[in-house]
């Protein structure tokens, strides 16, 4: 399975920083965005080390499991995600106990790492993780807001909370707090799916419906500007960043960047892992 990524990243029209930030590793089949919270210097810093150092514990991780037998293997990957997810969370909040200018700073996680023939999607806060399939869209992340958690109630129609100035509320994020429970979700992958993973400064602005009809109405390739370009229309008032993945059989050689060498993670002690 040969996959393609396309990436995007903005800063907005309101927000003098971009506090976002994803990663691409299309020979590792990683794919990660994270939305920093905690102030400019605070929220960029931790979004930076998540997915640094979620990408370096997955990546070691990844080596150990050749050869595992195949149901064995796909619950150690999801373990795996969660544990990279806990490893990231401990190095924000210690790093945030010993800089005073970074104390209370946080991030979102959303990723996926492909792994055989199946999707391994890992989830902290607000930013989300959509599937196109056969002209259709499905979100499948489950945003951890307060407005959500309102719906789910039965508190708050979902008309009520897309008119709220609360959107920015989230109950659980990766550093905020030493440890954190990750969501974790496997779905089957096959030739001609597609899955976008945006931040917030996104799924404000589009709904579920229009982003299914985008995704029918572009490439894959073009659908992050459009995307981007939608929100930045109808107000961009928080970073926006998107990243398209599409998992193909073809010979599709258009792959988002490699990740920089140099990292926040390599200025940190060793992993115990």
């Known amino acids: 399975m040969r996959l393609s990524a396309w990436p995007i990243t903005d ?7 971009n506090e976002d930030s994803h990663y691409l590793n299309d020979e590792m089949g990683l794919f990660l965005v994270a939305d920093g919270m905690g102030g400019h ?3 960029a810093h931790a979004s930076r080390t998540c997915v640094d150092v979620l990408a370096r514990v997955v ?3 990844l080596q150990g499991l050749s050869d595992m037998p195949r149901e064995i293997a796909q619950a150690a990957v999801n373990d795996l995600l969660g544990a990279s997810a806990s490893e990231a969370s401990a190095r924000i909040f210690d790093h945030a106990q010993h800089e005073p200018t970074l104390h209370g700073m946080g991030t979102t996680l959303t990723g996926i790492l492909f792994h055989q023939d199946r999707g ?12 196109f399939r056969s002209g259709v869209a499905r979100q499948l992340t489950n945003d951890h807001s307060w407005l959500n958690e309102q719906v789910q109630a039965g508190l708050l129609t979902e008309e009520e909370a897309a008119l709220s100035d609360l959107k920015h509320i989230i109950t659980r994020s990766v550093g905020f707090e030493r440890e954190v429970q990750a969501d974790v979700l496997t779905v089957n992958v096959s030739p001609g799916d597609a899955f976008l993973l945006c931040s917030d400064g996104l799924c404000n602005y589009i709904d579920l419906d229009e982003m299914a009809h985008l995704a029918r109405q572009h490439f894959y390739s073009d659908l992050p500007q459009v995307c981007m370009d939608i929100a930045l229309e109808r107000g961009g008032e928080d970073n926006i960043t998107v990243v398209v993945i599409a998992a193909s059989n073809g010979q599709d050689r258009r792959v988002g960047p490699r990740p920089q060498r140099k990292t926040i993670a390599d200025t940190l002690p060793p992993l115990d892992r």
């Open 59 to 61: 990546q070691r991780g």
């Open 120 to 131: 391994h999607i890992v989830h902290v806060g607000d930013s989300r993780c959509y599937l």
């Open 11 to 17: 800063v907005g029209r309101v927000r003098s920083h």
């Open 41 to 43: 210097a605070g929220g």
